[in-house]
């Protein structure tokens, strides 16, 4: 019973962490998580002060190269839709998948409508940005 006492402890408490930080922290343990300077995967501080935007690569390259961009969101913006454009509805991405849409096929759109922006069986979907 007591250890039934923990349990309910730790589910109270993980009820008072917003779901984003409860999501970036669970992306922190993965093994495809750089552990940089930002908090959103696929990003980091560069030396000049902008956020470079790059994803691994499955094939050559470790890395492939996106750009640099004047705020940290607009380089994880870059980062999913690359990994949108490379994975489709099994990329895990910085924010919501609804927000992008437009670079979903018509078949995953409407699975995304269908179940309300979480499609089935996709591993960790998305915080409402």
């Known amino acids: 019973s007591k250890l039934l006492d923990g349990e ?9 962490i917003p779901i984003e930080d409860l999501v970036l922290a ?4 993965s093994r495809g998580f750089h552990r940089g300077t930002s908090k959103y995967r696929g990003v ?3 030396q000049k002060g902008k956020w470079e935007a790059r994803i691994g690569q499955l094939v050559g390259k470790k890395y ?18 690359m990994a949108i454009k490379q994975r489709g ?3 895990i ?15 995953d759109r409407k699975l995304v409508d269908l179940h309300g922006g979480i499609p089935p069986g996709r591993g960790i979907q998305n915080p409402k940005s």
């Open 8 to 16: 309910s402890n730790v589910l109270m408490c993980i009820d008072k």
């Open 26 to 29: 669970l992306r922190r343990k």
């Open 44 to 46: 980091t501080r560069h």
């Open 64 to 81: 492939k190269y996106l750009g640099l961009y004047a705020t940290e969101d607009a380089a994880a913006e870059a980062y999913d839709k």
């Open 89 to 91: 509805l099994d990329a």
């Open 93 to 107: 991405t910085n924010f919501e998948v609804t927000k992008y849409l437009d670079l979903l096929s018509e078949e």
